[in-house]
């Protein structure tokens, strides 16, 4: 069944069982899936799932009625929050399509000393919108039933403010004399922050900074990661840890 | 330091600590790195990784001495091999370079029912040549000791044969009724075997044949991966668990 989520231009109303899809979402069920009166499709708003059945449509405006609740359980049991060193869109949008996929919950681009990346000011707001479309289509395949938030650049010191949010804060950096296993830093927090650097890596000014600022520096296993590899296997092993769809 | 693989065009001889360096790579060093007489690289060759210092060089040919010889221990304790319903050509170069960094030793390209992609038979050397050069590329940025090994495109009949020569066959494949998660199948195995469907999915006739051929058909967690993503999560959780770089 056909999965939307329900965004800011719609509108949902639990105690009279109404959703209302506007915008791009309207247009796919009418003209894209060529949806009718009393086809049934999922939406999803605040973790949860309603089944809803369309009752009025044009492809401005799709009215439903909800005649099923679930909840899934298709999502971690912890908040992950993967940070990235500003790198090129094309990156970011493979980054955030992928670890969308694989469950994380906000992705937060940071200006850092070897971005070579510049941010325009003028185009974020497009850009981030764009992102967070490639977030919400790519929640859809992997019939998450909440999306990835995709934020603005931030710059780095704005960033190690922000960082007092969370329970746990990692800093993937490679460290030969005393490594720590991303594996074996994270136990039940709720509420993660993983920071990968851009292309160029992390500052050592930077690591010395985070430290400061109670981040843990690990590592992804013995291998070199680039900066758009490194997301996957951070969340691979945050689902194998958290997911809780396994015996440990 | 820069990392070269000895391939088929070069020479590697241990009696007399000798290297001789050809084709691509000569060039890489002599023209792209611009390196001299008494520099030193690594060079790596059937697990081991030789420091070696220049003796001689032109963009054919560079010569070398073997002046240490390590054991990095980049690798995994076991091999792992990627088998894949054959997907787009630009989807096969991601999956490759993104599994080469994260330790796989094989791909194997299989053609599957609903697999939307022709073979040409005239272009699979080319192209083959090509998917391996990536691979070898991804295997000198992840500073590992061993390049993953691309395969030409084999039919489902081949492949099911082929299974035999593994000690532990796993499809990834979502099932609702009994699901097994890919964690929990993984064991000490020295010879693993993951096959993923092509975008399409995998047909359930395809599914019946690998069961009988001793496949365990298992999950990659709650949500549903794309072709192009599953092939990372299985990579990590398959680090996690054999890579040996943490307290289990």
């Known amino acids: 069944m056909q999965r939307y989520f329900i965004n800011k231009e719609s509108h949902i109303d639990l105690s009279t069982n109404t959703i209302i899809i506007r915008g791009d979402d309207a247009h796919h069920i009418t003209n894209v899936m060529r949806m009718r009166v009393n086809d049934t499709v999922y939406c999803c708003y605040d973790g949860l799932t309603h089944i809803a059945r369309i009752d009025n449509l044009n492809q401005r405006e799709v009215t439903l009625t909800i005649i099923e609740t679930i909840k899934e359980n298709k ?147 013995k291998r070199v990661l680039r900066t758009e590899v490194a997301p996957n296997y951070i969340m691979s092993v945050i689902d194998y840890i958290r997911g809780n769809n396994h015996e440990v």
């Open 75 to 221: 999502e971690l049991p912890c908040s992950v929050t993967i940070a990235q060193g500003l790198v090129r869109k094309e990156k970011m949008e493979e980054v955030i399509d992928h670890i969308t996929e694989m469950g994380a919950n906000h992705y937060i681009p940071v200006i850092m000393k070897r971005s070579n990346v510049k941010v325009s000011e003028d185009k974020i707001d497009k850009k981030t919108i764009r992102l967070n479309k490639i977030a919400k289509e790519a929640a859809e395949q992997a019939h998450r039933s909440s999306v990835l938030e995709v934020h603005e650049p931030i710059s780095f010191k704005e960033f190690l403010t922000k960082s007092n949010e969370y329970d746990l804060c990692l800093v993937a950096h490679v460290d030969d004399t005393n490594p720590l296993y991303i594996g074996d830093a994270i136990k039940d927090e709720m509420n993660i922050l993983v920071l990968v650097g851009p292309e160029g890596g992390i500052d050592q000014i930077e690591i010395d900074e985070l430290k400061k600022h109670n981040f843990k520096q690990v590592t992804l296993g």
